[in-house]
């Protein structure tokens, strides 16, 4: 079953627009092109999750910046993943204002290949040599791109887009036997190390339109093959039963090298954990923005996998995999084969029905059938987010669930 595409657009545009005129108001509830949606969840979710989540993770840095902040080792701090997924969130939002500071933030805190450095103290500013993160920078290019459609009157944002995503071409992509691999950061990682949780092909393709747009031949041309590339690796290093991938994997899909101690994240390197769980959430975009179709057959086999009973299974050639056993027994830690990562090592993660795990498998259900996806999001909505991670997964999660996480290249732009 295939839905058509429409958007509920109730703003006009103004007789004389200034620079805080939107095209496209909260909620747009834009119904896909490809795959299922549940009433089972709606924009009243999200809305009510947004002032909460601005309440207790948004903190001023003076009176022209922002930033989303956590507590790591009784310190505050904010990542450029954090602002990453701030601004993603607050330009689906359509809340300019709070989407001004946090841009402003980012932008006095960059390298010298104009990425955000990975991580700050409170409100210290500056280059700290700290480096960029490609998932942060990458969530940040999205938001520019999302504004420049949502105020167009507002110039900074297309510049800020254009030098973004050049930056992001040159500093954070290498190639690897023929295939655009994409490097964790932009001075570690490649070949040999990368993160299928970073991989975003509804972005690159989304980078190709803008080049397209900016008559960027060369640039076209890349983003289109990093995105269909991105499957080379992911699909290699899935499990063929479980669809589950590592947290950090190399170029052929294997175990990586030469990654910096930061890798090891909630787990293993090669288990299914915190960093990893992000997975479906952004190849469920390329599926839901795109109809790809590599996209829609690794979603249905982790749904599969969500699906299917916790008891041991066997393929056709004897290897041994688990099922999650539903919906609602998806734990947070998982060995590629399925089977529950449960063990002292990992504290209390393996042990929670968690957000970001429930909320990922939800998005990817929505490649499979209506009765999946209105059980999926039947559970997920019950969740609410308590930590900085999970509350802004989870909001992107829902944003996306509803039509509200929309692709700027295929809308009906006034």
């Keep these: 079953m295939k839905l058509l595409f429409t958007l509920s657009l109730s703003c006009l545009f103004l007789l004389v627009p200034d620079a805080k005129s939107q095209n496209y108001p909260f909620p747009q509830n834009v119904v896909y092109r490809y795959g299922y949606m549940s009433p089972k969840i709606s924009y009243l979710d999200v809305k009510y999750e947004y002032q909460t989540w601005k309440e207790r993770f948004i903190k001023g840095c003076g009176k022209n910046e922002a930033r989303v902040y956590n507590v790591h080792n009784d310190k505050e701090v904010s990542l450029s993943e954090g602002l990453g997924y701030g601004m993603a969130i607050v330009v689906y939002m359509a809340d300019k204002d709070l989407f001004d500071k946090l841009l402003n933030y980012t932008l006095a805190r960059r390298n010298s290949h104009g990425l955000m450095n990975w991580h ?12 960029g993160a490609a998932d942060g920078d990458l969530d940040i290019a999205i938001s520019l791109v999302v504004a420049y459609k949502q105020w167009p009157a507002d110039k900074r944002y297309e510049h800020e887009a254009t030098n973004l995503i050049d930056s992001i071409q040159k500093y954070y992509f290498t190639e690897c036997n023929g295939i655009i691999v994409q490097k964790p950061g932009d001075y570690f990682g490649g070949c040999t190390c990368t993160n299928p949780s970073y991989f975003s092909p509804a972005y690159y393709r989304v980078f190709a339109k803008y080049a397209e747009e900016h008559s960027k031949k060369q640039s076209i041309v ?32 294997g175990n990586p090298s030469d990654c910096y101690y930061e890798v090891k994240g909630s787990g293993a390197f090669n288990t299914y954990q915190y960093d990893a769980c992000r997975t479906p959430w952004r190849i469920a975009m390329d599926f839901l923005w795109w109809g790809n179709k590599e996209a829609e057959s690794w979603l249905q086999k982790i749904t599969r996998f969500v699906n299917t009973p916790l008891s041991i299974q066997r393929d056709k050639t004897g290897n041994e995999w688990y099922g999650a056993g539903g919906i609602r027994n998806v734990i947070d830690g998982y060995y590629q084969n399925g089977l529950r990562r449960i063990g002292s090592d990992q504290g209390d993660a393996g ?64």
């Design 120 to 131: 700050y103290e409170d409100c210290s500013t500056g280059d700290n040599k700290k480096n």
């Design 351 to 414: 042990r929670n029905h968690s957000s970001p795990f429930v909320g990922s498998f939800a998005l990817a259900s929505m490649s499979s059938s209506q009765a999946d996806v209105d059980a999926s999001m039947t559970e997920f909505v019950t969740l609410k987010g308590s930590g900085y991670y999970d509350s802004c997964t989870g909001l992107l999660y829902k944003l996306l669930a509803t039509g509200n996480f929309w692709n700027p290249y295929d809308v009906v732009l006034k």
């Design 222 to 253: 890349f983003w289109n093959k990093a995105a269909n590339d991105a499957y080379i690796p992911l699909l290699k290093n899935a499990n063929p039963n479980t669809g589950l991938v590592y947290a950090w994997t190399n170029s052929e899909g």
